[in-house]
């Protein structure tokens, strides 16, 4: 039933410690393609390598089966040394169908491995993808590797003492193709049974199901490896720091910052959401979290889930409100009235490809300008992008911090890749954060010229921020709201000049928020060339960087965490360079701002299709802006 | 409602400092005395209570109450009082909104804010104008309101705030009048409501739609253009000096509300309904009796409570929380790890 190599007879898989290694698993989006990628990619922890996933998946729930548009993708790289990407072109593709492999041959890489269930190549499947002929037969993979199996058969035969119904039991596949991959790969079975188990309490026979589909394909490889075809791959684990790791996510480290970040802040978090790809699953951890006093509202749209946050600021909570692109839109209005009552409000905005509903489960980094510009009158607000799954438990922490530091709304980007992605974490101690709980005013904070006390809700500290006034504080009674306000009574002022006075405190704050100074990630301060990044294309720009770096190149690489305001030195160290370029998956936008900034001349390397960066992308970036 | 310990206050407690600044004459003056007469009847505190507005005439409200007031943005004031209230359940939350703010930008909200069932009150000022952009038609405005957006006449037909509300789940709607001395008996009742109470405010724009409601509202005649509704009190209105009582009845053949003539006082031979604040069908009946044929349907029209939201998510969170320990360290490492000697 197994039919073998039909292409290139080298394999391409050094069998013995290979530094990395990429691979994609595709198929139909009911095919559980999702779910094999993330049990891989925790087997793949477990073993000690350094990995970073690529969630890619389309809009649709259950598109029509079998259809091109329906693929749904997971991509992992997993390495003996530090990864930081998904990789560029996998080097083994899993295709459960014809759909699969039509969308995803032309990413493998030249005499790469091609995994297909043959059992899926019908004619009807074929012209569901607009194959012709069928490419198993044609040469069309006549560059690869091939490993043609009949995986549906095989799995079937597997289940067989389970008495599911053939529907049933075509839905093991995905363990089936999962074992294989676990041989392959040398990683432990043990952990996958555990996990089955438990997903499957309610359900022992599915769960036996799926273990034996497991086992079965773990021991297809065992075999095939003493027929020939196929070998086993070992790869070292990464040397690591110490201590305690797990794996995580985009959302999930969100969720947990942020958690962190109000109990750190001895507050109670309040959580406004309305659903939205790729931001809902922030609310959905949140909503577990309720023994963290954390309360989280389904709100009825994007306006309500953030006005109610701020309310519940207003209130002495700490408000965050979630979203993506279209969302935040939406929130704009709202934003620009937490400014200006200058009460604290973190906003998350998992960005997506745009404008308008763009492209709902692509990443993109195109909300730069709405997130630092984007609102009416002059309402400046902090925002920070996060370049990693692990990456975005820090700026969260931060984010809540400078937002009740400074009592002013926070913007976090991060973006569908990030949400998604995700990458070994070693598990940070709580008390490494710790900080003192906020203050709440309590009682009057000025007196008047006859020396009787009195309250001044805008009266101002150090750092520009206005005091936090719960109402339900005896004494405290006074009014605010979005009209201009008197510089200290917070009273409705139309006044000419206290409207200068404030537009100006509002600025200051803002600018005055206290960051670390900007440092290099790789190579140094000054030289012929620097790639100065944001948010999640760190991987790849470190990655070009440090290729080029070997290779004798004069490059560096700066990260940005805080695009508002900008670190302090930063205009000075990038004036040390002379190039700069600014790869982004936008068209261009930070690279904007810097030269607004600093009238640098920051050069764009963009990129909107939807797909991360990929290394070699930037290495000819590198190459030509050097050349 | 939610004032756990009543404090004493007189109406003057209420006032703030600043310059009330409604165009002299305006129905908001006589609100703003109401309610400031209500306060203290109720035992209010004010470091407990919040008033939250939107934007509009009506909705500078919470500027000229002293307590803790927040001015919003437009549509929104239910949402803003959706978190406060869930942040703190303790606050007594009163909503101050108009018929654009309340009816047109915001509807979504009042909705949601009704069906969810927030413990608060919800005055909606209905002008049946937009005032505060000068004068343009509302989403309460009769047919053929000439306005500058309409100066032809406005052609779509008006809102029906409380029959908005019922429809939208509402357990207490009423509905009073900006000058009627019976306006602060309609708000305590709605505070003695658990849950989200709505009510509508007619209330006299005099430079855009001056005197609009003045065919039941004025002093001459009201008792014959009034229905005043009390729980338990047949549903009567008019007197033997201006022409004769009348009640209403339920036609049992359209099941429709009827006028009758009350003879001798002899309401139960005329089959005069009984108001029952419970009764959401004939509450049904009562928000949508058309006023002409009919008298205007005021005071409690519906009151039958139910637990109110935030009481709920404060159980429901508790039961949630019930025997876990809220341990960071533990949650930051939960799932499947490992250890990297």
């Known amino acids: 039933m197994a039919s073998t190599a039909a292409g290139n007879p080298d394999t391409t898989l050094p069998v013995s410690n290979p530094e990395a290694v990429v691979v994609r698993f595709a198929g139909d989006s009911g095919d559980g393609m999702q779910l094999t990628g993330g049990q891989f990619t925790l087997s793949t922890a477990l073993a000690g390598n350094d990995l970073a996933t690529f969630p890619d998946f389309p809009a649709e729930i259950r598109a029509p089966q079998g259809t091109l548009f329906g693929v749904s993708a997971f991509q992992i790289n997993f390495g003996s040394t530090e990864v930081d990407t998904a990789g560029d072109a996998p080097d083994v593709l899993v295709a459960m169908n014809p759909a699969a492999l039509k969308v995803n041959l032309p990413q493998l890489k030249p005499t790469g491995l091609v995994i297909v269930d043959t059992g899926e190549f019908t004619k009807r499947n074929l012209d569901k993808a607009h194959y012709e002929t069928n490419p198993l037969e044609d040469g069309t993979l006549a560059p690869y590797d091939v490993l043609a199996l009949n995986i549906s058969e095989m799995t079937l035969e597997a289940v067989k003492p389970f008495g599911l119904g053939k529907k049933e039991a075509l839905r093991c596949k995905n363990m089936w193709t999962l074992g294989l991959a676990l041989w392959m790969f040398d990683r432990d079975r043990k952990p996958l049974h555990d996990w089955l188990k438990g997903k499957f309490a309610k359900l022992p026979e599915i769960a036996d199901a799926n273990i034996a589909a497991l086992d079965a394909g773990h021991a297809y490889g065992e075999t095939a490896e003493l027929a020939g075809p196929l070998q086993q791959v070992h790869m070292d684990p990464v040397p690591s720091k110490p201590g305690l790791y797990r794996t995580i996510t985009g959302s999930e480290a969100v969720a947990l910052g942020l958690v962190a970040g109000a109990r750190l802040l001895r507050l109670p978090m309040f959580f406004g959401g309305y659903p939205i790809t790729p931001a809902s699953a922030i609310l959905h951890h949140l909503a577990k979290l309720k023994e963290f006093n954390v309360t989280t509202f389904q709100a009825e749209d994007e306006i309500a889930a953030i006005c109610s946050a701020i309310g519940a600021s207003w209130a002495g909570s700490l408000g965050v409100t979630s979203s993506s692109g279209p969302g935040i839109a939406l929130k704009g209005e709202a934003m620009g009235l937490a400014i200006m009552t200058e009460l604290p409000l973190v906003i998350v905005n998992s960005q997506r490809g745009g404008p308008s509903t763009g492209l709902p489960t692509k990443t993109e980094q195109s909300d730069l300008y709405q997130a630092v510009y984007g609102r009416n009158g002059d309402a400046p607000m902090p925002v920070i992008a996060a370049r990693s799954p692990g990456d975005v438990f820090e700026c969260a922490i931060e984010a809540c911090r400078i937002a009740v530091d400074y009592m002013t709304p926070v913007m976090l980007l991060t973006d569908g890749y990030i949400a998604n992605a995700s990458e070994p974490w070693k598990v940070p101690d709580p008390e490494s954060f710790e900080r003192a709980p906020v203050e709440f005013l309590t009682e009057k904070n000025a007196v008047d010229a006859e020396g009787n006390p009195v309250l001044l809700p805008y009266k101002r500290d150090e750092k520009g921020a206005r005091p936090w006034i719960k109402p339900g504080t005896p004494g405290l009674m006074h009014r605010i709201g979005g009209i201009e306000k008197d510089a200290l009574t917070g009273n409705i002022s139309y006044d000419p000049d206290n409207h200068q006075v404030m537009t100006d405190a509002r600025h200051d704050k803002v600018s005055g928020v206290s960051l670390p100074d900007q440092e290099v990630e790789v190579g140094e301060a000054g030289g012929k060339l620097a790639l100065v990044g944001w948010g999640s294309t760190f991987g790849p720009i470190h990655q070009a960087v440090r290729r080029a770096r070997k290779k004798g190149l004069d490059v560096s690489h700066i990260h940005v965490r805080h695009l508002w305001p900008l670190p302090g030195n930063l205009g000075e160290l990038l004036k040390g360079y002379d190039k700069v370029l600014v790869p982004e998956m936008n068209a261009g936008q930070f690279k904007t701002v810097l030269r607004d900034q600093y009238l640098v001349d920051a050069q764009p390397v963009t990129k909107t299709t939807g797909q991360p960066f990929t290394i070699a992308e930037l290495e000819a970036a590198i190459e030509e802006a050097l050349g | ?341």
């Open chain 2, 1 to 341: 409602m939610n004032a756990p310990t009543k404090i004493e206050t007189t109406l003057k407690d209420w006032e703030t400092d600043q310059e009330v600044r409604w165009c002299p004459g305006c129905g908001d003056y006589a609100i703003l005395k109401a309610v400031q007469r209500t306060l203290p009847q109720i035992g209010a505190d004010p470091a407990n209570t919040v008033f939250i507005s939107g934007i509009g005439c009506s909705s500078r409200f919470p500027y000229y109450i002293e307590s803790y007031g927040f001015h919003t943005i437009h549509g929104r004031a239910p949402t803003f009082a959706t978190g406060a209230k869930l942040a703190n359940p303790d606050l007594d939350v009163w909503i101050v909104t108009g018929d654009g703010d309340g009816m047109s930008i915001g509807g979504n909200h009042t909705m949601h804010l009704l069906r969810r069932n927030l413990d608060c009150q919800i005055m909606l000022f209905n002008n049946e104008i937009y005032g505060l952009t000068k004068g343009q038609y509302s989403p309460t405005s009769r047919v053929g309101t000439t306005s500058p957006t309409t100066p032809a006449g406005s052609i779509d037909r008006p809102a029906q705030p409380c029959a908005f509300a019922l429809g939208s789940g509402a357990r207490f709607v009423a509905r009073g009048f900006d000058v009627s001395k019976n306006l602060p008996d309609v708000l305590i009742a709605a505070h003695a409501h658990k849950g989200a109470a709505f009510i509508e405010i007619f209330q006299n724009c005099i430079v855009y739609n001056k005197d609009v409601f003045d065919d039941f509202a004025a002093p001459k005649g009201a008792e014959d253009r009034q229905l005043w509704l009390e729980h338990g009190q047949p549903m009567l209105f008019g007197s033997e000096k201006t022409g004769g009582v009348k009640g209403i009845t339920l036609n049992h053949v359209t099941c429709g509300l009827e006028v009758v003539d009350v003879v001798d006082g002899d309401w139960e031979a005329a089959n005069v309904l009984v108001h029952d604040k419970a009764n959401r069908l004939i509450a049904h009946m009562l928000v949508e009796m058309p006023f002409g044929p009919f008298p205007m349907a005021l005071g409690v029209l519906y009151d039958d409570p139910r637990p109110s939201y935030e009481t709920e998510v404060v159980a429901e969170n508790a039961r949630l929380a019930a025997g876990k320990e809220p341990n960071l360290a533990a949650l930051l490492a939960k799932g499947q790890t490992w250890t990297v000697e």
